[in-house]
């Protein structure tokens, strides 16, 4: 049963990279995947790239090539929901495009041939992360010193579940933040945070019934000072992080 580990950047890989026992690199597609042993189970590390396209190709050759049991993906967002703050830390329970926009012929964000907007990750693979991201957050490894001069002090970093939304987009201004949460909101959608590729691995995991969960770090508020906190956060923070969640969640399937 081999786990597929997809990160967005190599800055949040670089932990896990660290730590593989054994590793063989295999080239495909332009994409490096490493195989080996982390903390005992069988993983392939692979970096999904930037954008809903890169994403789904990566998840793809990890499904056809690979023949994975199951994809984890843990990186970094910018948070939406009200209270969810940098430094805290988003499980998706499901995942939405939010740049899909096929109306009126389909109601917006609606992924036409699906017949639904919220594509579900796998709810034991989703309850295990969600339990190795609070036990990880209650360490004293946890927790980071903010670039934003607006955060003054460190709060308790909390563990979210709920709605992760993806677009092929770095959203860095309140107002297109604000206007996101605004409509989904309207159409019963309460977001938590905004990334660039949960979804699309979402959607080709549901293709081929592949197990799906997702972690991510919050680095920024996708507000005006998302370009300052981004860069602190993904340098300084984000793979510790990873690593730190991900050999909680290791452990608890090698069980
Ligand atoms: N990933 C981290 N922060 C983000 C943001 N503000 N927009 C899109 N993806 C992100």
Excluded at 186 to 207: I, K, P, R, S, W
Aim: proline content about 4%; glycine content about 10%.
């Amino acid at each position: 049963m081999t786990t597929a580990i997809l990160s967005a950047l190599p800055e949040e890989q670089g932990s896990l990279m660290h730590a593989l026992h054994q590793p063989e690199r295999i080239v495909h597609a332009g994409r490096s995947f490493w195989r080996g042993a982390l903390y005992g189970q069988p993983v392939v590390l692979a970096l999904s790239g930037i954008g809903k396209v890169a994403a789904a190709t990566t998840a793809t050759l990890l499904a056809e090539r690979f023949g994975v049991a199951r994809i984890v993906f843990t990186g970094v967002a910018g948070g939406l929901g009200e209270g969810v703050q940098v430094g805290d830390v988003v499980v998706a329970r499901d995942f939405l495009q939010h740049d899909m926009d096929a109306s009126p012929i389909f109601p917006r964000w609606e992924l036409p041939g699906y017949g639904l907007a919220c594509m579900p990750c796998d709810t034991v693979l989703t309850a295990a992360l969600f339990e190795a991201a609070s036990a990880y957050l209650a360490t004293d490894e946890a927790g980071f010193e903010p670039k934003n001069a607006a955060i003054t002090h460190r709060h308790a970093a909390r563990a979210h579940q709920g709605l992760i939304v993806s677009g092929d987009r770095f959203v860095s201004t309140s107002a297109e933040s604000g206007a996101l949460r605004q409509a989904l909101a309207a159409a019963g959608h309460q977001v938590l945070a905004v990334e660039m590729e949960g979804a699309a691995v979402a959607q080709v995991c549901h293709d081929y019934g592949l197990p799906f969960a997702a972690v991510r770090t919050i680095s920024d508020r996708a507000d005006d000072s998302a370009h300052v906190d981004f860069p602190h956060f993904v340098t300084h923070v984000a793979s510790r992080y990873a690593d730190g969640i991900v050999h909680g969640l290791l452990k608890k399937l090698s069980k």
